[in-house]
């Protein structure tokens, strides 16, 4: 069983930054870094938004519109980490944030494990 844990939400004020990590753990013979990594978020009444995701080459990402040039998905393979620099959040940045393994690919359904999630909330 493969299992995405995430950390490092909290409360910020709107222009700062933040830093959210995502470790997979899971059995010791599964090979956790052949996954590609994602990011999603969801507001209160608001569908799942993609935010990022990486590919299991650690090289090519992709990016939400909203969040392009502001958020930074990066993968630390050794540590089975996985992290998401927010820099300039904006209120409309508040959300639950979560972590899913799977695949290279914006829909969520595409992804098959799934973090807890990490509430992230930027006031003005």
């Known amino acids: 069983q493969v299992r995405p844990v995430e950390s490092g939400g909290g409360l910020v004020q709107a222009g700062r930054s933040l830093r959210l990590s995502c470790t997979v753990f899971?059995?010791?013979?599964?090979?956790?870094?052949?996954?590609?990594m994602g990011w999603f978020r969801q507001a209160p009444e608001k569908d799942r938004e993609f935010v990022a995701a990486?590919?299991?080459?650690?090289?090519?990402?992709n990016y939400g519109d909203s969040v392009a040039g502001r958020f930074t998905i990066s993968r630390d393979s050794a540590k089975n980490t996985v992290h998401l620099q927010m820099n300039s959040l904006k209120p409309e940045d508040t959300a639950i944030y979560y972590c899913a393994a799977g695949s290279y690919h914006p829909q969520p359904s595409t992804y098959d494990y799934w973090g807890q999630g990490t509430q992230v909330t930027v006031s003005s």
């Open positions: 990486i590919h299991a080459n650690g090289v090519d990402t």
């Open positions: 899971g059995r010791t013979n599964t090979n956790i870094n052949k996954f590609a």
